[in-house]
C-alpha cells in the first residue's frame, strides 16, 4: 500500500572541494580522515547543515552508506548521517556535477559562453554536450533561490533596489521578467505571461517571502521603478509604506517627446535647461522637494513662453502625473536615482534568451532557466580589463565567496545541503 503522507526528499547534498582527484580517492580508503576533511570544509565555509529543525546539529555524523554512480564512470560517492536526527547528506567531490555526467570542466566552458552570449547551439559544440543538456543543467543550478544563494555569500538582504519588468517573447506570446536589482547583483528574476499589477505582485513576491524567511522585519525603505503602474503597485501591494520612486533618467530622455512641432534647436536648448534643473536639484542639501516643486513650475511656464501653450500644458500634465515619484527620489538621499543597472542586468540577460529562442515553449521550465542565468550573473567574474576585473557581481557588493574558482562557488551555493 503507498503512503499518502509520503514526505518528498529534501536535497542535502553538498560539494566539497577535495582540491584534486587523487585526494577524493585516497581518503576514500580511510573513513576518519574523510569526515575531518568534510567537516573542515564546512567550517571554513563558515555554513551550517541543513539538520532537521528539531535537531541542533551537535550530534555526530556517521559514515551511512555509499553508492557507485555507473554514469560517472563508477565514481564512489559517499554519504553522511546524522546520528541525531538521521537525515543524510550526500556528498559530492568537486569533480562531479549533481545527477549529471557532464565534468565540471565541460560545464565550465559551455556556461560561460552561455554567459557570453552565445547560443545554447554552439557552447553545446564547445564541450561537444547536446545543448538540451547544457539547458537542463542551467535550470538545476535555478531550483536555488537566488534569495538563499546571496545571503549565504554574506550579502544583507537589499534596503533600496531598482525593480522593472523585461519585455520578452515566448514563441509568439508576449512574456514579462519582473526584475529586481541591487548594485551589481540580481535579487529576483521571474516569469509572469500578463503585465498585470495581480501577476507582478505574485512574482516580485516570491522574492518577498523569500527575503521574510531570512529576517522576518521588512527592512526595504525605498525601491526605484520606471513609473510603470503595475509595478508601482505591485511594490505598494508586499511592501506598504516603501518610498517608490521614479528613474530622473527616464525623466530626461521622455521630456523631448512631450514637445511637439517645434524647431530642433529649441527642443535641444530646453532639453538642456531640464538637464540642468535635476543637477541642481540633486546638488541640494536640504528642502529638495520643496524646490524641485517649484522649478519644475517654473519650467512648464517656460516651456509654455517658449514652445507654446499646447507644449506647457503637457509638460505641466506630465509633471503632475509623475512628481510624486520624482519627489520621492529625492526625499531620500539613499535611494537610487537612475536605472541604469538594472538596464546592464535586462541588456545582458536578453542577449542569452534572444540567443536560446529555439528552447522557448510554453510548459517549459522558463523560471528555474531565468534563475539559473541569474546566478551566472552574480558569480560570473568581470573580464580582465572591465573596471571590476576579476571579481564578481556579488563581491562587488561586498559579498564573500566560498573559493576562487567562480564554476565551484556556483556547485557550492546553489547545493541544497545548508542552512
Ligand atoms: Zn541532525
Not at 547543515?49 to 559517499?78: D, E, F, M, N, P
Not at 527620489?329 to 535611494?335: E, H, Y
Request: proline residues 4%; hydrophobic residues 40%.
Amino acid at each position: 500500500m503507498r503512503n499518502p503522507a509520503r514526505q518528498t526528499r529534501e536535497n542535502r547534498t553538498i560539494t566539497v572541494d577535495f582540491q584534486n582527484e587523487a585526494t577524493y580517492f585516497q581518503l576514500l580508503g580511510d573513513g576518519k580522515a574523510f569526515l575531518e576533511c568534510i567537516l573542515a570544509f564546512v567550517l571554513s565555509l563558515g555554513f551550517q547543515l541543513k539538520h532537521k529543525a528539531t535537531c541542533g546539529g551537535g550530534g555526530c555524523l556517521t559514515r551511512h552508506s555509499h553508492y557507485v554512480r555507473i554514469r560517472l564512470g563508477g565514481i564512489t560517492i559517499w554519504r553522511l548521517q546524522c546520528t541525531t536526527c538521521r537525515v543524510v547528506f550526500t556528498i559530492l567531490p568537486h569533480f562531479v556535477l549533481r545527477y549529471r555526467q557532464m565534468r565540471p570542466d565541460v560545464a565550465r566552458k559551455a556556461l560561460l559562453a552561455t554567459h557570453g552570449g552565445l547560443s545554447l547551439e554552439l557552447c553545446a559544440v564547445i564541450g561537444d554536450i547536446s545543448p538540451m543538456a547544457l539547458y537542463r543543467l542551467i535550470c538545476a543550478l535555478g531550483h536555488q533561490n537566488l534569495v538563499v544563494m546571496l545571503t549565504r555569500c554574506g550579502l544583507p538582504l537589499p534596503v533600496y533596489f531598482l525593480a522593472d519588468e523585461k519585455h520578452s517573447k515566448c514563441l509568439a506570446d508576449k512574456v514579462y521578467l519582473p526584475t529586481i536589482v541591487c548594485g551589481r547583483v540580481i535579487w529576483h528574476l521571474g516569469y509572469t505571461e500578463e503585465a498585470s499589477a495581480a501577476a507582478f505582485t505574485e512574482s516580485y513576491g516570491v522574492f518577498h517571502r523569500a527575503a521574510s524567511q531570512q529576517e522576518p522585519s521588512d527592512r526595504v525603505k525605498g525601491v526605484l521603478t520606471d513609473g510603470f503602474d503595475s509595478t508601482t503597485k505591485s511594490m505598494r501591494t508586499l511592501l506598504p509604506g516603501v518610498r517608490v520612486g521614479t528613474c530622473l533618467r527616464h525623466a530626461l530622455i521622455k521630456l523631448p517627446k512631450k514637445l511637439v512641432a517645434i524647431a530642433s534647436p529649441v527642443r535641444k536648448a530646453l532639453r538642456t535647461q531640464f538637464h540642468t534643473l535635476w543637477y541642481r536639484a540633486r546638488q541640494r542639501k536640504g528642502l529638495r522637494v520643496f524646490a524641485l516643486g517649484q522649478r519644475l513650475r517654473h519650467f512648464a511656464d517656460h516651456v509654455t513662453h517658449t514652445a507654446g501653450t499646447a507644449n506647457g500644458e503637457r509638460v505641466r500634465r506630465w509633471f503632475q502625473e509623475k512628481k510624486a515619484g520624482w519627489y520621492a527620489v529625492l526625499a531620500d538621499p539613499q535611494m537610487p536615482a537612475t536605472s541604469t543597472l538594472l538596464d546592464q542586468a535586462h541588456n545582458a540577460i536578453d542577449r542569452k534568451l534572444f540567443m536560446m529562442k529555439g528552447f522557448h515553449h510554453r510548459g517549459g521550465s522558463q523560471q528555474a532557466f531565468l534563475t539559473g542565468l541569474a546566478h551566472l550573473y552574480n558569480l560570473v567574474p568581470y573580464q580582465r580589463r572591465a573596471q571590476h576585473a576579476g571579481q564578481c557581481g556579488v563581491e562587488v557588493e561586498g559579498g564573500k565567496v566560498p573559493t576562487h574558482d567562480w564554476l565551484l562557488n556556483l556547485q557550492i551555493l546553489t547545493s541544497g545541503g545548508f542552512r
